[in-house]
């Protein structure tokens, strides 16, 4: 495995010698401060790569190569974006960038409802909650259409929260929601989301997939030419959300996505964390069934509540048995090298993070603090190293 740690770059707080004491060997990175559907040019993936290498690191994977949401809704011509796609895509391969992970959620990428959440023991997580969410889409984004994607119980309790809540909690429900990564993309208000989700009017799964499909088909090929591997993230929550479709949630959706165009450039990012936030996803089983084409593992825990609430638990503590998943990346490693096959080695990162001790003081972006994703990458190696020995020596 290689170890690897996300960096924003410029727009990060942890400096790159900060990183270097970590462990890590490999960098995650995007030009975040690109706009979506230009192109990545050469020259300024040289540039990050010096500064990278100049630091100890490999700049192992690109994430996100972002999608354009003309892609994603199909809107009419595309082959300037396609194009750029492709252009992006070469000039990576240029600079030895080979794996890009990508996530096809319209609209928002990873979403939380509070970002400060208490832990039991000191320090904070990421929580999603279901009655929150389900205030913010049906009471004060008015999408009648996210009713049936929550129960009676849940709809009660959102119509409460919201009654009880002012200006100061709506605005912060707002805020968490929207927050995610840095970078140059649309972040709306209310009445900009509202108008954002209308020109998803009409796109329903089948379309979603078609869209995805067609996009697929425009990259796959330039990838095996380019010798890289493309490897989807999973949406994270793994369920519709703003009544969008969302298409990356489960073991079907997965299965899908790789057969809709057989090639092994044609990935998977395995991110433990959002599948694992439905119950329905057993994730070892799910990494042992599509464990070829895993190219990228993002490892993390959740704990879920029986209402479809979840939190960001302790790297090996919470509802997925992350042992169990480690011995499934292992095994399929040791057979890559016996095959001599190339990519044999599967990058991964702590995903996501704890604030912990001096990160409660520390501006950093949600989920991605410096000792708390060090506490994970410190625990995931000691079990990785473990399962390493057992898988050679017995
Ligand atoms: C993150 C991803 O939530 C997560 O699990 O790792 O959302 C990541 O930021 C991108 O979506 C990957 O493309
Ligand atoms: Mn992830």
């Given at each position: 495995?290689?170890?690897?740690?996300?960096?924003?770059?410029?727009?990060?707080?942890?400096?790159?010698?900060?990183?270097?004491?970590?462990?890590?060997?490999?960098?995650?990175?995007?030009?975040?401060?690109?706009?979506?559907?230009?192109?990545?040019?050469?020259?300024?993936?040289?540039?990050?790569?010096?500064?990278?290498?100049?630091?100890?690191?490999?700049?192992?994977?690109?994430?996100?190569?972002?999608?354009?949401?003309?892609?994603?809704?199909?809107?009419?011509?595309?082959?300037?974006?396609?194009?750029?796609?492709?252009?992006?895509?070469?000039?990576?391969?240029?600079?030895?960038?080979?794996?890009?992970?990508?996530?096809?959620?319209?609209?928002l990428?990873w979403t939380r409802t509070d970002l400060t959440a208490p832990l039991?023991?000191?320090?904070t997580c990421l929580r999603f909650d279901q009655a929150r969410m389900a205030a913010f889409e049906i009471h004060m984004l008015g999408r009648?259409?996210a009713e049936?994607d929550y129960?009676?119980e849940v709809r009660n309790r959102a119509a409460i929260w919201f009654q009880q809540s002012n200006e100061a909690d709506r605005e912060a429900l707002l805020h968490a929601i929207m927050s995610g990564?840095?970078?140059?993309?649309?972040r709306y208000d209310i009445a900009g989301l509202r108008?954002?989700l209308?020109?998803?009017?009409?796109?329903?799964?089948?379309?979603?997939?078609?869209?995805?499909?067609?996009?697929?088909?425009?990259?796959?090929?330039?990838?095996?030419?380019?010798?890289?591997?493309?490897?989807?993230?999973?949406?994270?929550p793994?369920?519709?959300i703003l009544?969008?479709?969302?298409?990356?949630?489960?073991?079907?959706?997965?299965?899908?996505?790789?057969?809709?165009?057989?090639?092994?450039?044609?990935?998977?990012?395995?991110?433990?964390?959002?599948?694992?936030?439905?119950?329905?996803?057993?994730?070892?089983?799910?990494?042992?069934?599509?464990?070829?084409?895993?190219?990228?593992?993002?490892?993390?825990?959740?704990?879920?509540d029986?209402d479809g609430s979840f939190e960001e638990?302790?790297?090996?503590?919470?509802?997925?048995?992350?042992?169990?998943?480690?011995?499934?990346?292992?095994?399929?490693?040791?057979?890559?090298?016996?095959?001599?096959?190339?990519?044999?080695?599967?990058?991964?990162?702590?995903?996501?993070?704890?604030d912990?001790?001096?990160?409660l003081?520390?501006d950093?972006?949600p989920g991605?603090?410096?000792?708390?994703?060090?506490?994970?990458?410190?625990?995931?190696?000691?079990?990785?190293?473990?399962?390493?020995?057992?898988?050679?020596?017995?």
């Amino acid at each position: 495995m290689i170890e690897c740690w996300r960096w924003y770059g410029a727009y990060d707080t942890i400096s790159l010698p900060e990183i270097a004491q970590t462990g890590a060997t490999g960098i995650v990175h995007a030009l975040h401060e690109v706009p979506y559907g230009e192109v990545w040019t050469s020259d300024a993936i040289a540039a990050r790569r010096g500064e990278i290498a100049k630091a100890g690191f490999d700049w192992t994977v690109a994430e996100s190569l972002p999608i354009h949401e003309s892609i994603k809704r199909g809107d009419g011509n595309l082959s300037t974006l396609f194009a750029n796609y492709r252009q992006s895509m070469a000039n990576l391969a240029a600079n030895g960038i080979r794996t890009i992970c990508y996530n096809f959620m319209p609209l928002l990428d990873w979403t939380r409802t509070d970002l400060t959440a208490p832990l039991a023991r000191g320090g904070t997580c990421l929580r999603f909650d279901q009655a929150r969410m389900a205030a913010f889409e049906i009471h004060m984004l008015g999408r009648a259409r996210a009713e049936d994607d929550y129960s009676h119980e849940v709809r009660n309790r959102a119509a409460i929260w919201f009654q009880q809540s002012n200006e100061a909690d709506r605005e912060a429900l707002l805020h968490a929601i929207m927050s995610g990564l840095p970078g140059a993309f649309d972040r709306y208000d209310i009445a900009g989301l509202r108008g954002a989700l209308e020109r998803y009017d009409g796109i329903d799964r089948a379309t979603l997939r078609a869209n995805y499909k067609r996009f697929l088909d425009e990259v796959i090929p330039t990838a095996e030419e380019l010798g890289m591997v493309f490897c989807v993230h999973p949406d994270d929550p793994p369920r519709d959300i703003l009544g969008l479709p969302r298409i990356v949630s489960d073991a079907d959706d997965i299965a899908w996505i790789l057969s809709a165009v057989d090639s092994p450039a044609n990935g998977l990012t395995l991110c433990s964390g959002s599948l694992g936030a439905n119950p329905a996803n057993d994730v070892p089983a799910i990494a042992k069934r599509f464990a070829k084409s895993i190219r990228f593992a993002h490892l993390r825990n959740v704990r879920k509540d029986p209402d479809g609430s979840f939190e960001e638990a302790a790297h090996l503590d919470g509802d997925t048995d992350m042992v169990a998943l480690i011995r499934v990346l292992v095994a399929e490693e040791a057979r890559r090298q016996e095959a001599n096959e190339s990519f044999a080695q599967i990058p991964m990162r702590p995903d996501h993070g704890h604030d912990l001790l001096s990160d409660l003081e520390r501006d950093n972006f949600p989920g991605y603090p410096l000792i708390g994703r060090m506490r994970g990458l410190a625990e995931l190696r000691g079990v990785t190293r473990a399962l390493q020995q057992v898988q050679t020596h017995g």
